[in-house]
């Protein structure tokens, strides 16, 4: 892909796995840098990916030709302060923040923007992330191409026409990771509760979590459905298991969590 200069504008979880990916991906780290207002989480940064890294933002962002911001939604505002003395004018922006956008980014940079809204997922860090992507249609072709090679470098990525979608893509890939972890929390903990140790509960949840996956990424004409079929015998204990899960509104359960995320990134749009 195109090694543009990077800047990210924040360097906390979603950023550091980005740039775990690409670095993995072959990414040139001397083209990249990050920023946060301590070392905490810069130094090791440095350390891990040999990235370039600078407290300064403003410094940062001028000579990179792509910024990203990846500050909590909460900070933006704050943050992106200061950049309103950065020329955009020939500098594509990525915002990964969930809850903030175009418009108000464009009010918050003061400036007409090369902007693409990325929601990608933490799984970005061993190249197994799921990004969506939204642009407008004034972005030129050459930045969509980077943009979709950016995050291809670090996983799976679709793009959505409408930017509310953006708020569906937070609700089922960008927050749920965080599902999965629960349910295998779950799991975890009530092996531990049958009897086993906390290890071989983890190596039990992970390697059946994991296997599922590969199954459902293997066989892409079996609908997920059939395949649950196939491990529900008849009389059997998935039945009683599944059975269980039904009785308990799993679906209904499951729907309301991510209506509740995308409530939630539609009033973090009215907050910040
Ligand atoms: N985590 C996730 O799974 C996902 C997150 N996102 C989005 O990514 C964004 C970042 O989230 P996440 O990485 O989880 O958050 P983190 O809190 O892990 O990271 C935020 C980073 O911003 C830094 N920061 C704080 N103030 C400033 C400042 N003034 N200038 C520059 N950097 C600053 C923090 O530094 P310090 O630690 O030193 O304060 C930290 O490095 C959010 O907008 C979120 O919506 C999107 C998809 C998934
Ligand atoms: O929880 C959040 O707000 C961010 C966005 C998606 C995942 N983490």
Not at 47 to 64: E, K, M, P, V, Y
Not at 111 to 130: C, D, E, F, W, Y
Not at 192 to 218: S, Y
């Amino acid at each position: 892909m195109e090694q543009r200069s990077i800047a990210f504008i924040g360097a906390g979880n979603m950023a550091r796995s980005i740039i775990a990916g690409l670095i993995a991906s072959g990414y040139d780290a001397k083209k990249i840098t990050a920023t946060a207002p301590s070392e905490t989480r810069l130094a090791p940064l440095q350390h891990d990916f040999g990235i370039n890294t600078d407290s300064d933002n403003l410094r940062a962002a001028q000579q990179a030709d792509v910024v990203v911001l990846a500050v909590k939604p909460q900070l933006m505002a704050d943050v992106c302060l200061p950049l309103q003395a950065v020329d955009f004018s020939n500098k594509l922006v990525i915002s990964i923040a969930a809850g903030i956008n175009s418009a108000r980014l464009a009010t918050m940079l003061d400036s007409q923007l090369h902007l693409v809204r990325v929601m990608p997922n933490t799984p970005a860090l061993i190249g197994k992330g799921m990004s969506g992507l939204y642009a407008d249609s004034t972005l030129a072709p050459q930045d969509h191409q980077f943009a979709s090679d950016l995050l291809q470098a670090v996983g799976e990525i679709c793009w959505v026409k409408q930017e509310a979608d953006i708020n569906g893509i937070i609700a089922a890939a960008g927050s749920a990771p965080a599902y999965f972890f629960l349910f295998m929390e779950a799991i975890q903990q009530q092996a531990m509760a049958q009897g086993f140790d906390e290890q071989t509960a983890r190596l039990l949840v992970q390697q059946t979590a994991l296997g599922a996956a590969a199954m459902v990424q293997a066989n892409p004409e079996t609908d997920l459905a059939t395949l649950r079929q196939q491990v529900t015998s008849k009389g059997g204990t998935t039945a009683e298991a599944i059975n269980t899960f039904n009785h308990h509104h799993l679906t209904e359960i499951v729907a309301k969590a991510m209506q509740a995320a995308v409530a939630r990134a539609q009033e973090m749009e009215q907050l910040f």
